[in-house]
C-alpha cells in the first residue's frame, strides 16, 4: 500500500467550521470526539478507488492538508501559509450554514490558495458577492461542503440552502452540505457520497491522466514545511 500514488487536496475554511471533524469522517469514518483548534496544518489520508467498478479503477491516496489559520490574518501568517499550498492537486472549500461569514469569506480563502491575494480590483462588487468570472479559468478541482446542517431550523433550510447553492456556483463546483457528527451524510451510495468520489475521481484524472498538470502555479514541487506545524500524517 505505501508505493501508491497520491493526490494532495486542501481543506481550506475559517477556524471553527468544523475542517478537523470534516477530514476525519472522511479519512476513518468516524466522528471526532474531541475537536480541537488546528495550528499550522494537519495531513490524514483517505483510501480511494479512482473509477471504481471499472476496468480503469486503481487505488490512490488522497492527502486532506487541513490548514488552520484565519482568512483575516497578517501577511506574515499568511506566508506561513503559503509554504502548505505548493503542488496541490485539489481544494475543499468548507464553510459552516450558519455562520454566513464564513461562506463569504470561501472566496478569500480560494484566491489566497491560487496565488491570487493581489487580485483585488473588479473582484468586489457593491453588493457584496463576487465577480465569477475571476475563477472561470481556475484548473483545480473544488469542492464546497457546508457543515452543521443539523443546527439550521427547518423553516430556514430552504433559504440557507438555495443560498449557498449560488456559493458553490460561484466556484464552478458541486456542493455538499452534512452535520460531522453523523456519518449517515457520506453513506455509500448516497448522493452525497457520489459527489465526493466524482470530485476525487476528478482531481486524480487531473493529476495523472491530463498532459497538462493543472497544479497551482507560482510553487515549487519541492516539499517545505518551514515555518508551520505538520501535525500528523497517517497512512493506515
Given at each position: ?5 497520491r ?10 467550521v ?14 471526532l470526539?474531541?475537536p480541537?483548534?488546528t ?13 471504481e ?19 483575516g490574518?497578517a ?11 505548493n ?11 450558519t ?10 480563502w ?8 493581489l487580485?483585488?480590483t473588479?473582484v468586489l462588487v ?31 433550510r ?7 447553492a ?7 463546483a458541486e456542493e455538499i ?7 449517515r451524510?457520506?453513506a ?13 475521481d ?8 491530463l ?21 500528523s500524517?497517517?497512512y493506515?
Amino acid at each position: 500500500m505505501a508505493s501508491l500514488d497520491r493526490v494532495k487536496v486542501l481543506v481550506l475554511g475559517d477556524s471553527g467550521v468544523g475542517k478537523s471533524s470534516l477530514v476525519h469522517l472522511l479519512c476513518q469514518n468516524q466522528v471526532l470526539g474531541n475537536p480541537s483548534w488546528t495550528v499550522g496544518c494537519s495531513v490524514d489520508v483517505r483510501v480511494h478507488d479512482y473509477k471504481e467498478g471499472t476496468p480503469e479503477e486503481k487505488t490512490y491516496y488522497i492527502e486532506l492538508w487541513d490548514v488552520g489559520g484565519s482568512v483575516g490574518s497578517a501577511s506574515s501568517v499568511k506566508s506561513t501559509r503559503a509554504v502548505f499550498y505548493n503542488s496541490v492537486n485539489g481544494i475543499i472549500l468548507v464553510h459552516d450554514l450558519t455562520n454566513k461569514k464564513s461562506s463569504q469569506n470561501l472566496h478569500r480563502w480560494s484566491r489566497e490558495a491560487l496565488n491570487r491575494d493581489l487580485v483585488l480590483t473588479g473582484v468586489l462588487v457593491t453588493n457584496g458577492d463576487y465577480d465569477q468570472e475571476q475563477f472561470a479559468d481556475n484548473h483545480i478541482p473544488l469542492l464546497v461542503i457546508g457543515t452543521k446542517l443539523d443546527q439550521i431550523h427547518e423553516t430556514r433550510r430552504h433559504e440557507v440552502l438555495t443560498r449557498t447553492a449560488f456559493l458553490a456556483e460561484d466556484f464552478n463546483a458541486e456542493e455538499i452540505n452534512l452535520d460531522c457528527t453523523n456519518p449517515r451524510y457520506l453513506a455509500a451510495g448516497s448522493s452525497n457520497a457520489v459527489k465526493l468520489s466524482r470530485f476525487f475521481d476528478k482531481v486524480i484524472e487531473k493529476r495523472y491522466f491530463l498532459r497538462d498538470s493543472n497544479q497551482i502555479p507560482g510553487f515549487s514541487d519541492r516539499k517545505r514545511f518551514g515555518g508551520g506545524t505538520l501535525k500528523s500524517l497517517h497512512y493506515d
